[in-house]
């Protein structure tokens, strides 16, 4: 059995969402389950990395923003970025840890569900029942989840998931490791698809 | 008649490298010419962004290298970078910035020749008669171009196309420019060239 593609990620990053709309497909075609690893940009970014926040720094932070609507454009996905265009993903990502954890629930819709609630619909995701909220617009189980996101398990769940990330060496958003092999962006995905038909 | 499309790069970054094998192609399937404008990420990402060199950022440095070596991969690219991997690309840009300004040069040849030198060959393009000797290689009158490094006006174009980078809020290699709209990165050709045909 092959194994799975994981997927680290942060809500706070609109890359993640573009490649997160097309993992699924791409693992799908490969014969290949998603892994979906939250990560939090804070800590690999300023910790690990001992960067200023993106959107923070000079010329690179008003350049994103910028990129990441035409790439939007490019991949066909609406663009209704949050206002503000920062915010806590912490309960969210408690949601996907939690979701994952379940074993019997549908992560991809979860994650991509979130993220267009954010990006493409001008959503707030920054509140635990923000996020319930959300998820329960797409059919998962209100009070589960808000549950779910509060409990010790899951926030332990997170912090692994965020020191794994970091341990890795994965700083970024979106991270997508294939048989242990790291690709780092959206814009990597046709490297990731040669990779997978053709690793070294 | 079309604006030419403006092409930032330094000789020390790799997807410079990758992006200059391409724009050329790019820009005449459009009916444009290319303006080759080197910059020195030294300056952009030290002084205009207050961040460390790149390959010494923790995570990021180490990842980057992996990566150069699998785009290469991806593009066609033989890869045998140049030891040690970072040196001085000021007299390999004040080459192109003299090639430019004799305005009867094939400036592209001149880019694509240092950049193989550099990357596809593990040679040295890191001091004036290196460069010279480089350019000689491929064509180019060697005692005209190693006059023409030294010379003040070159240095002054040099200096004059790394500010108005700065200026211009362009801080990394390759940073592509279609009437006056910046893109940064090779991973960014495939919405230049929809850009071109379709620009908002």
């Known amino acids: 059995m092959n194994q799975?593609?994981?997927f680290f990620f942060d809500f706070v990053s609109p890359y993640g969402w573009f490649a997160a709309e097309r993992i699924g497909g791409i693992a799908r075609t490969h014969g290949r389950d998603v892994a979906w690893r939250p990560l939090l940009l804070g800590v690999t970014v300023k910790?690990?990395?001992?960067?200023?926040?993106?959107?923070?720094?000079?010329?690179?932070?008003?350049?994103?923003?910028?990129?990441?609507?035409?790439?939007?454009?490019?991949?066909g996905l609406p663009w209704r970025p949050p206002t503000p265009i920062t915010f806590s993903s912490?309960?969210?990502?408690?949601?996907?840890?939690?979701?994952?954890?379940?074993?019997?629930l549908d992560v991809e819709a979860l994650v991509l569900g979130l993220y267009r609630r954010a990006w493409a619909e001008a959503g707030d995701i920054s509140t635990p029942d923000a996020v319930a909220d959300a998820a329960a617009s797409i059919g998962f189980?209100?009070?589960?989840?808000?549950?779910?996101?509060?409990?010790?398990?899951?926030?332990?769940?997170?912090?692994?998931?965020?020191a794994d990330a970091v341990a890795r060496g994965f700083f970024g958003s979106p991270f997508i490791v294939v048989d242990g092999e790291p690709f780092w962006g959206t814009d990597r995905l046709p490297i990731v698809e040669q990779w997978l038909e053709s690793p070294w």
Do not use: N
């Open 4 to 6: 799975p593609i994981e």
């Open 47 to 75: 910790q690990a990395m001992g960067l200023p926040a993106l959107l923070q720094t000079p010329l690179k932070g008003p350049y994103l923003l910028h990129d990441a609507e035409r790439c939007a454009r490019f991949y």
């Open 90 to 104: 912490v309960a969210a990502e408690r949601a996907v840890v939690w979701a994952v954890a379940r074993g019997d």
């Open 141 to 162: 189980d209100r009070a589960a989840l808000r549950a779910g996101i509060e409990c010790q398990e899951t926030k332990a769940g997170l912090r692994s998931s965020v």
